[in-house]
């Protein structure tokens, strides 16, 4: 890092998709400093949840266990219309239970562990890029600062300030409805877990804790709220009577919030050294716990990239890719949330549409294409060749391999967030052609304990976040996407590593 940079990188906005890219950042050798506006976590939770990719992704970095008790549940819905998503392999609808507060104090603790600097307090004003890097202006507790750095990224929310100054920009639909949130106290409400159509609007209503219920809140005709007006509990409750009948004025609320349907996109996720993370880059409907695990995954997809570049390892494409892969992410999860939004909350217009859908999911094909969507375990990323290995541009399936030194599940080789070359036929010239980039990928020797677990692949080559970049055994074609992925092969080095690697901890070669 040059003397005259703060860090490598600065992130801004310490939620769930900052924190998780600082975590991801550290992993990866680089330095990050998170500016966070508040002092301190507000423990409100729109989110209680996130899906079952977004799992995956917490399970790659040995993240899964601090949650505790985790529940997964093969029932969801789309759009309201319930199925059981485990009509496709290794698909549930996701973590349930798990309030946004728990997952970014998870996230938060982690960082620091690895060496995050999180300063709380420190809201961002503007920037200034150049050719070297990024000067952002900040107010701190101490007054105005300006930290210098390679990189920024914005992970700071749907009315992201770094978007705006940044130039980003962010065209879609404006909101047509406003929605409420609340954690009612002191009343006692019956649960309504998958929402409920009323004449008038739809509501939700599930146990939070021991005297605490969630509700939601859809009442037709409702304006969107103004981007700084909080409603009042008692907005929400009489609205809940309206629709309901159910008078829970008598009661109070932890907190409120409120929520629009508001769709919206960047055109690109990274303009020169700024970039966009969670929803900085995407806004849109809730629905299934998708926006905190698709901010999470643009943290994961973008974090090695970015360490690599920093460090100098990164090809000249490499950063390019962060939008290539992420974008028609970002823009087929409005699209599901668009349509789910049309099939739950429409009126009385919208019944033919929800009458349709619940005779489509009565299709396994149907089934297993909505799943897919929901879980976030259909994405393919188009890496090399089309077709070259079903496996290629997906993430490595959760399965077991036995080695020379035991058993062990692939998303615990992806824990120090490296490469991992996956040598499924004890094939030395596979291992031989990645002796090169022994500082950078893993070598792993092993014999699946499932039948048919990678697709018959030979050898697969593994990125950091868990998707596969190339399937085979030709030391050509692996040499070239080792190359492409992971930069130019160390000039010291010639041989196959078998020892342990001190800055991981984990044999290089199993």
Same mark, same amino acid.
């Given at each position: 890092?040059?003397?005259?940079?703060?860090?490598?990188?600065?992130?801004?906005?310490?939620?769930?998709?900052?924190?998780?890219?600082?975590?991801?950042?550290?992993?990866?050798?680089?330095?990050?400093?998170?500016?966070?506006?508040?002092?301190?976590?507000?423990?409100?939770?729109?989110?209680?949840?996130?899906?079952?990719?977004?799992?995956?992704?917490?399970?790659?970095?040995?993240?899964?266990?601090?949650?505790?008790?985790?529940?997964?549940?093969?029932?969801?819905?789309?759009?309201?219309?319930?199925?059981?998503?485990?009509?496709?392999? /290794?698909?549930?609808?996701?973590?349930?239970? =798990?309030?946004?507060?728990?997952?970014?104090?998870?996230?938060?603790?982690?960082?620091?562990?690895?060496?995050?600097? =999180? +300063?709380?307090?420190?809201?961002?004003? *503007?920037?200034?890029?150049?050719?070297?890097?990024?000067?952002?202006?900040?107010?701190?507790?101490?007054?105005?600062?300006?930290?210098?750095?390679?990189?920024?990224?914005?992970?700071?929310?749907?009315?992201?300030?770094?978007?705006?100054?940044?130039?980003?920009?962010?065209?879609?639909?404006?909101?047509?409805?406003?929605?409420?949130?609340?954690?009612?106290?002191?009343?006692?409400?019956?649960?309504?877990?998958?929402?409920?159509?009323?004449?008038?609007?739809?509501?939700?209503?599930?146990? #939070?804790?021991?005297?605490? /219920?969630?509700?939601?809140?859809?009442?037709?005709?409702?304006?969107?709220?103004?981007?700084?007006?909080?409603?009042?509990?008692?907005?929400?409750?009489?609205?809940?009577?309206?629709?309901?009948?159910?008078? =829970?004025?008598?009661?109070?609320?932890?907190?409120?919030?409120?929520?629009?349907?508001?769709?919206?996109?960047?055109?690109?996720?990274? +303009?020169? +050294?700024?970039?966009?993370?969670? /929803?900085?880059?995407?806004?849109?409907?809730? %629905?299934?716990?998708?926006?905190?695990?698709?901010?999470?995954?643009?943290?994961?997809?973008?974090?090695?990239?970015?360490?690599?570049?920093?460090?100098?390892?990164?090809?000249?494409?490499?950063?390019?890719?962060?939008?290539?892969?992420?974008?028609?992410?970002?823009?087929?999860?409005?699209?599901?949330?668009?349509?789910?939004?049309?099939?739950?909350?429409?009126?009385?217009?919208?019944?033919?549409?929800?009458?349709?859908?619940?005779?489509?999911?009565?299709?396994?094909?149907?089934?297993?294409?909505?799943?897919?969507?929901?879980?976030? #375990?259909?994405?393919?990323?188009? =890496?090399?060749?089309?077709?070259?290995?079903?496996?290629?541009?997906?993430?490595?399936?959760?399965?077991?391999?036995?080695?020379?030194?035991?058993?062990?599940?692939? !998303?615990?080789?992806?824990?120090?967030?490296?490469?991992?070359?996956?040598?499924?036929?004890?094939?030395?010239?596979?291992?031989?052609?990645?002796?090169?980039?022994? *500082?950078?990928?893993?070598?792993?020797?092993?014999?699946?304990?499932?039948?048919?677990?990678?697709?018959?692949?030979?050898?697969?080559?593994?990125?950091?976040?868990?998707?596969?970049?190339? %399937?085979?055994? *030709?030391?050509?074609?692996?040499?070239? %996407?080792?190359?492409?992925?992971?930069?130019?092969?160390?000039?010291?080095?010639?041989?196959?590593?078998?020892?342990?690697?001190?800055?991981?901890?984990? !044999?290089?070669?199993?």
């Amino acid at each position: 890092m040059d003397a005259k940079t703060d860090a490598d990188v600065v992130v801004i906005g310490a939620g769930p998709a900052g924190l998780m890219l600082a975590g991801e950042l550290r992993l990866g050798g680089a330095s990050v400093i998170v500016a966070e506006r508040l002092e301190r976590p507000t423990g409100q939770s729109r989110g209680l949840g996130f899906t079952a990719r977004a799992l995956e992704t917490f399970d790659q970095r040995g993240l899964v266990p601090r949650f505790g008790g985790l529940e997964t549940s093969p029932m969801g819905h789309f759009g309201g219309v319930q199925f059981d998503y485990t009509v496709l392999e /290794d698909a549930h609808f996701g973590a349930r239970g =798990i309030p946004q507060s728990r997952t970014e104090t998870v996230l938060e603790e982690w960082a620091r562990e690895l060496g995050a600097d =999180i +300063r709380r307090g420190w809201e961002f004003q *503007d920037l200034e890029q150049d050719a070297d890097g990024v000067t952002v202006t900040l107010l701190s507790p101490g007054g105005e600062r300006r930290l210098r750095a390679a990189y920024l990224v914005g992970a700071d929310g749907g009315h992201s300030a770094v978007r705006r100054a940044g130039g980003f920009d962010f065209p879609g639909t404006p909101a047509t409805r406003g929605m409420y949130l609340a954690d009612v106290t002191g009343v006692s409400i019956r649960p309504r877990p998958l929402g409920e159509r009323l004449d008038g609007g739809m509501v939700m209503a599930a146990p #939070l804790a021991e005297g605490v /219920d969630r509700i939601i809140v859809c009442e037709h005709g409702t304006p969107p709220p103004g981007r700084s007006e909080t409603p009042e509990f008692a907005e929400v409750a009489a609205a809940w009577q309206r629709l309901t009948g159910e008078d =829970i004025s008598g009661g109070g609320a932890d907190w409120v919030s409120s929520f629009t349907d508001a769709t919206r996109q960047v055109t690109e996720y990274r +303009r020169g +050294r700024v970039l966009l993370v969670g /929803d900085a880059a995407h806004i849109h409907l809730p %629905a299934g716990g998708q926006g905190l695990s698709t901010g999470v995954q643009d943290a994961a997809n973008l974090g090695w990239k970015l360490a690599a570049a920093v460090r100098g390892q990164a090809p000249g494409s490499l950063l390019d890719t962060y939008h290539a892969e992420r974008h028609p992410v970002g823009a087929a999860l409005l699209s599901n949330t668009v349509a789910q939004g049309t099939v739950f909350l429409g009126g009385p217009e919208s019944q033919p549409l929800r009458d349709l859908f619940a005779e489509l999911i009565g299709i396994d094909a149907v089934k297993r294409y909505l799943a897919g969507r929901v879980s976030h #375990l259909d994405i393919r990323y188009r =890496i090399g060749t089309p077709d070259v290995h079903p496996l290629v541009g997906r993430r490595l399936p959760p399965r077991r391999i036995r080695t020379a030194t035991g058993e062990v599940r692939t !998303p615990e080789l992806l824990h120090p967030a490296q490469g991992v070359l996956l040598d499924l036929a004890d094939a030395p010239a596979v291992r031989e052609a990645a002796a090169g980039w022994k *500082d950078r990928v893993v070598t792993v020797t092993g014999a699946p304990l499932e039948a048919d677990a990678f697709g018959g692949a030979a050898a697969l080559l593994v990125r950091p976040d868990g998707h596969v970049a190339w %399937a085979g055994s *030709d030391a050509e074609t692996l040499r070239a %996407a080792l190359s492409r992925w992971f930069g130019a092969q160390e000039t010291t080095g010639g041989s196959e590593t078998t020892g342990g690697s001190e800055a991981t901890g984990i !044999p290089e070669s199993v």
